[in-house]
């Protein structure tokens, strides 16, 4: 059971990394964006080169990663979703949707369609009663922890941060005081991409790399906004890891409905708290 609490949360702090970018970005700008996709496969594909790059580096190749991720997302947002604010969301999605599309398109041709293994960085493991527990996958856990603390206070302290919570409730009367609310919307959307990249990289050494890995997270993902709320910072965290554990728990028993629980879960919170766009 302790294998499965842990697989649980580490599931959990990899979806929270995705999911809390999408929920920004969607209380914010009302933008469902698939392109979140695309800068969670870029800063994977980036981390294994890098790491070939360096020699096995994997932090600095971490680092690295992510940051590539960063001009990729404010292109995104500069020449194609800030067109898109205030339009329906249908146009978002199938804009974000094209893009990611292109991107997965291109990963392809630069790097093949073939599946890249990565090994865990780490490689050692914690004893615990007798078991033997993975120290990369509590390292991930304890990240997304001190992560969730960190834009606490980025958000509840800093001016940014206060404006983007304002922006999220009423973002018309952040207008009317004579802010640019299109400037902290792109530092929204960058902040939300390089999180997904930190995700994908994180998420790396213990999946299966391949241009379309992007798009069952993201599913998930916008099924733990949908839970947690859009917008909602804190439910975000909490329904991540809640999926995370509902995911860890079917697979013990019913391994081909591990992800089908979770958007069943979701149904059922949309039956009783329908979305309001």
Same mark, same amino acid.
């Given at each position: ?29 009302? *933008? ?13 594909? !980036? %981390? ?11 932090? *600095? !190749? ?7 991720? =960063? ?29 990611? %599309?292109?991107? =997965? ?38 990240? !997304? ?35 640019n609310v299109d400037k902290y919307f792109s530092i929204v959307f960058i902040l939300g991409s390089a999180l997904a990249a930190l995700g994908g990289v994180l998420y790396a050494p213990i999946s299966s790399i391949h241009p379309y890995m992007g798009l069952s997270i993201l599913l998930l993902s916008f099924a733990v906004v949908i ?15 809640? %999926? ?19 958007? =069943?879960?979701? !149904?059922?919170? %949309? ?7």
């Amino acid at each position: 059971m302790i294998y499965t609490i842990l697989y649980g949360f580490s599931i959990g702090a990899i979806l929270y990394f995705i999911s809390i970018g999408l929920s920004l970005t969607f209380g914010t700008m009302r *933008v469902i964006n698939f392109a979140h996709t695309l800068t969670y496969t870029i800063g994977v594909y !980036a %981390l294994i080169t890098l790491v070939a790059f360096l020699q096995g580096y994997f932090v *600095v !190749a971490a680092i690295l990663a992510v940051i590539i991720v =960063i001009p990729i997302s404010y292109v995104i947002e500069r020449f194609i979703i800030r067109r898109l604010y205030g339009e329906s969301l249908d146009y978002t999605f199938i804009a974000t949707f094209a893009v990611s %599309l292109i991107g =997965i398109d291109a990963i392809k041709w630069i790097w093949g369609v073939n599946p890249y293994p990565m090994k865990d960085p780490i490689g050692e493991y914690l004893m615990f009663w007798g078991l033997s527990l993975p120290i990369y996958r509590i390292l991930i856990i304890f990240i !997304a922890i001190l992560l969730f603390i960190a834009l606490s206070f980025f958000f509840k302290k800093t001016i940014v941060g206060k404006i983007v919570v304002a922006a999220l409730d009423d973002k018309d009367g952040v207008r009317c005081l004579g802010i640019n609310v299109d400037k902290y919307f792109s530092i929204v959307f960058i902040l939300g991409s390089a999180l997904a990249a930190l995700g994908g990289v994180l998420y790396a050494p213990i999946s299966s790399i391949h241009p379309y890995m992007g798009l069952s997270i993201l599913l998930l993902s916008f099924a733990v906004v949908i839970v947690g709320g859009m917008g909602n910072l804190k439910g975000t965290f909490i329904s991540a890891f809640a %999926l995370g554990m509902v995911m860890s728990i079917t697979a013990r028993y019913w391994s081909q409905g591990a992800e089908t629980m979770v958007f =069943i879960v979701m !149904a059922i919170v %949309l039956i009783f708290r329908p979305i309001d766009i």
